[in-house]
């Protein structure tokens, strides 16, 4: 990756009147605000529907977008909607937190106003969209017709004859439910569509897109119910076995996922067509593409289904370079980040090295363990992307608020400051020093929050994925602090 700098911040963030972030005004807004600031790159979280947990990480699909982020004023100006019907719908009581429930209670019944509105199905442009899609929309827009007609209930669930995907049972699902079916690809129509001209203009601001993709499949997705072949699963299209990782500093139980393991035997008999699919269809969304749990790839955690906690997995031997030849033959010269933290073997850092992907390094793991530790700047080859902490670690400001007097006193004569509070700031000047070509931090730590402002803390459900930027908190002061680091440092 040419040397750059960058912001974290996911879509749900950014400010909005209707609950969450979209890819309207404010999207553009923050495009804006990161050219100012000298920054090269906009790092987002997976952008795939949710289900319950409202983790990116859990989506209804590896292709589909998530339809909250279908901005509502752009479709005002398309005549698809009106004012009063926006305004009717109760999007939250406060801006900074995203209240889910009541964003799925709403929005579709606003969104299926402007489909009945509008007269997409006349146009070439969704009938290109539909055809070019149709590998992974027809199986998506299916399931979540059948799906709320359910009730909502994990397709796990449903009857045995469209669980199993017995041929008239779809047919006779697609012919009932036709309107319905029909709702769905308009919503991916319309998501693409205002993402694609969101892209374009960051692209035309010098600005790129790094996504993020989820090594694993959730259970409840179209992916598993259409493609059951390609899991882990027994004669009933149960998960036999299921992902997650070991105890660990973030939980002495570990971290049960509960996602589906692939057949990874099968996929290399297939030349791993699914995941050629994936990974093309990812190229063509962002610039670059981040493989979450690329660690994955290497050695995999297998749990026993069934299991409260994942302390009786057992690693497993992964697919190795013969994934990694099979996504780097379709990326057409698009750019891959590969999160190699956690467990890390021997043969991670081999296939890193003659993958040429660059690996991550997290500032904040680097002070308690002395000059040493991997993740202190001084260590850093050029081919690294460096963060100050993801989405699952609490923020600088809040980490180093509750350290031991002894990483305090290493981190602030590390960094070469006074003061404690110092330090999330220096921290930050020091990973844009780095010889690390790209530097990516949060956009709670470029403004000093708190872990009020923490996105996910592993292994809890219920608080997570909510934090949102307010209306004017990003300033021209932040901007021209950023941009003076990035060109000090050559980013």
């Known amino acids: 990756m040419r040397r750059g700098a960058g912001v974290l911040l996911p879509v749900t963030s950014l400010p909005s009147p209707y609950g969450i972030g979209t890819f309207g005004r404010a999207a553009y807004a923050f495009v804006d605000f990161l050219r100012d600031a000298g920054q090269r790159y906009w790092q987002v979280l997976p952008l795939g529907p949710t289900s319950y947990g409202d983790s990116p990480y859990q989506s209804f699909s590896a292709f589909a977008g998530n339809p909250y982020f279908i901005d509502l004023d752009l479709l005002e100006r398309e005549g698809l909607l009106t004012g009063a019907e926006i305004s009717a719908c109760g999007w939250g009581d406060d801006p900074a937190a995203v209240d889910y429930a009541r964003?799925?209670?709403?929005?579709?019944?606003?969104?299926?106003?402007?489909?009945?509105?509008?007269?997409?199905?006349?146009?070439?442009?969704?009938?290109?969209?539909?055809?070019?899609?149709?590998?992974?929309?027809?199986?998506?827009?299916?399931?979540?017709a059948v799906k709320m007609h359910f009730g909502g209930h994990e397709w796990l669930r449903w009857p045995e004859d469209i669980r199993m995907r017995e041929p008239e049972a779809l047919a006779r699902c697609a012919r009932e439910l036709a309107e319905e079916i029909d709702f769905w690809k308009f919503c991916?129509?319309?998501?693409?569509?205002?993402?694609?001209?969101?892209?374009?203009?960051?692209?035309?601001?010098?600005?790129?897109?790094?996504?993020?993709?989820?090594?694993?499949?959730?259970?409840?997705?179209?992916?598993?119910?259409?493609?059951?072949?390609?899991f882990q699963l027994d004669g009933q299209r149960r998960p036999s076995r299921v992902a997650g990782v070991p105890p660990d500093m973030f939980s002495s139980d570990?971290?049960?996922?509960?996602?589906?393991?692939?057949?990874?035997?099968?996929?290399?008999?297939?030349?791993?067509?699914?995941?050629?699919?994936?990974?093309?269809?990812?190229?063509?969304?962002?610039?670059?593409?981040?493989?979450?749990?690329?660690?994955?790839?290497?050695?995999?955690?297998?749990?026993?289904?069934?299991?409260?906690?994942?302390k009786n997995g057992v690693w497993v031997d992964g697919p190795g370079e013969g994934l990694i030849a099979a996504i780097s033959s379709v990326m057409g010269g698009k750019r891959v980040i590969a999160e190699d933290l956690g467990i890390v073997i021997p043969e991670v850092g081999r296939m890193l090295k003659r993958s040429g992907y660059p690996g991550m390094k997290l500032m904040q793991f680097g002070f308690d363990s002395g000059p040493d530790n991997e993740y202190l700047p001084c260590h850093y080859d050029k081919n690294?992307?460096?963060?100050?902490?993801?989405?699952?670690?609490?923020?600088?400001?809040?980490?180093?608020?509750?350290?031991?007097?002894?990483?305090?006193?290493?981190?602030?004569?590390y960094l070469g400051v006074r003061t404690s509070r110092e330090i999330p700031w220096a921290l930050i000047r020091a990973g844009y020093a780095s010889s690390a070509d790209t530097a990516v931090f949060q956009m709670q730590d470029l403004l000093g929050l708190g872990n009020e402002a923490r996105m996910n803390t592993p292994s809890t459900i219920g608080e997570n994925w909510r934090w949102r930027l307010a209306e004017g908190q990003l300033t021209s002061g932040t901007a021209r602090k950023l941009r003076e680091l990035a060109e000090l440092y050559g980013r």
């Not at 129509?189 to 989820?214: C, H, M, T």
């Not at 992307?385 to 981190?411: C, I, K, M, S, W």
């Open 254 to 310: 570990g971290q049960l996922w509960g996602n589906p393991l692939y057949d990874w035997e099968r996929m290399a008999r297939e030349d791993y067509a699914w995941w050629k699919l994936r990974m093309k269809f990812s190229s063509e969304l962002y610039d670059v593409v981040r493989i979450d749990h690329f660690v994955g790839i290497a050695h995999y955690y297998s749990i026993p289904a069934g299991d409260d906690t994942a």
């Open 188 to 230: 991916q129509f319309k998501f693409f569509e205002q993402w694609r001209a969101l892209k374009s203009y960051a692209n035309g601001l010098g600005v790129e897109i790094i996504g993020d993709i989820p090594i694993y499949v959730a259970l409840d997705s179209a992916d598993v119910w259409a493609h059951p072949e390609q």
């Open 384 to 413: 690294v992307v460096v963060y100050g902490g993801t989405h699952d670690n609490e923020t600088l400001a809040g980490f180093f608020a509750h350290q031991p007097r002894r990483v305090l006193r290493f981190a602030r004569a």
């Open 103 to 144: 964003i799925y209670r709403h929005r579709f019944t606003v969104l299926h106003a402007a489909f009945r509105r509008s007269r997409h199905a006349d146009t070439p442009a969704y009938r290109a969209f539909c055809a070019e899609n149709a590998v992974w929309l027809e199986d998506y827009s299916l399931y979540m």
